[in-house]
């Protein structure tokens, strides 16, 4: 229900998972009370701390001069990896959220990822203070890899590039572990991929002890979309959550 996008009329565009959050923070004036109040409504487990409780757009300035605004803009890009990014940032400045920061100093594990890269993982480095608590909790931490590479954004990266760039953000080794695919998946299906990425490669020469490879694509690769506008069966390449799960709890 969350995921549904309305199709039509005035709020064409947008999914009832965003109204839903929209509706809550202008009743209680404030995003950290909406969420505890929707936690509350919909009795989830665990909590949802917003990293920022400031309005900000993300940005990226290319290295040819061009500047992309808003994660709309930059998410449907492909100049991303043909021109190189010059600064991914945050416009104002964003303060963390004092709660988040204390959840991360107070952390047993923290895991980053999978997800759109410049749009949703790294834009959390960006806002001031998140990196600073990362690095200070003793919490373990690890960066889970994406299993594809996002055409125009990340093409051709390995599993070292875009620990590169989450370092480049984060700090040198502040990563205990990374872990990453190492199942191949058949050509027919990759060739359905070649539009929008490709499998990310795993590099020859990478320390094993900090590098952690399992087979991590989920067997099941016929997925139902529970879209209005969407009724057709479609092949997604997705993590086994369970053998995630599994690969997290044997490294803490």
């Known amino acids: 229900m969350f995921n549904y996008r309305f199709d039509g009329g005035s709020l064409k565009g ?4 965003n109204l839903f959050i929209s509706a809550f923070e202008k009743i209680t004036g ?3 009370k909406a969420l505890e109040e929707i936690a509350n409504v919909l009795k989830i487990k665990g909590k949802v701390l917003p990293i920022t409780l400031n309005k900000v757009q993300l940005r990226a300035k290319l290295e040819n001069g061009t500047e992309l605004k808003g994660e709309n803009e930059i998410n449907n890009s492909w100049l991303l ?6 600064k991914l940032f945050l416009k104002p400045r964003a303060k963390a959220n004092p709660k988040a920061v204390k959840a991360i100093l107070r952390a047993d594990l923290i895991v ?3 997800g759109n890269f410049y749009c ?4 959390n480095l960006l806002v001031k203070g998140i990196p600073e608590a990362i690095k200070k909790s003793k919490a373990i931490k690890i960066y889970n890899c994406n299993l594809m ?11 070292k590039d875009f620990t590169n760039v989450v370092e480049n953000y984060l700090g040198k080794n502040v990563l205990d572990y990374i872990i990453f ?3 191949e998946i058949p050509t027919s299906l990759s060739k359905k991929y070649l539009s929008e990425g490709e499998i990310v ?9 900090r590098f952690i490879g399992r087979k991590l694509i989920n067997s099941k690769l016929q997925f139902q979309i529970k879209d209005s506008a969407d009724k057709l069966k479609r092949t997604l390449i997705r993590h086994d959550s369970d053998k995630l799960a599994k690969t997290i709890i044997s490294l803490i």
């Open 81 to 86: 990896s043909k021109f190189g990014i010059n």
């Open 181 to 183: 695919n190492t199942k």
């Open 201 to 209: 490669k795993v590099d020859k020469k990478i320390n094993q002890k």
């Open 14 to 17: 947008h999914s009832f998972g």
């Open 120 to 123: 949703s993982i790294i834009p």
């Open 112 to 114: 980053v990822g999978p």
């Open 30 to 32: 404030d995003l950290n």
């Open 149 to 159: 590479t996002k055409y125009g954004h990340t093409d051709g990266f390995s599993v």
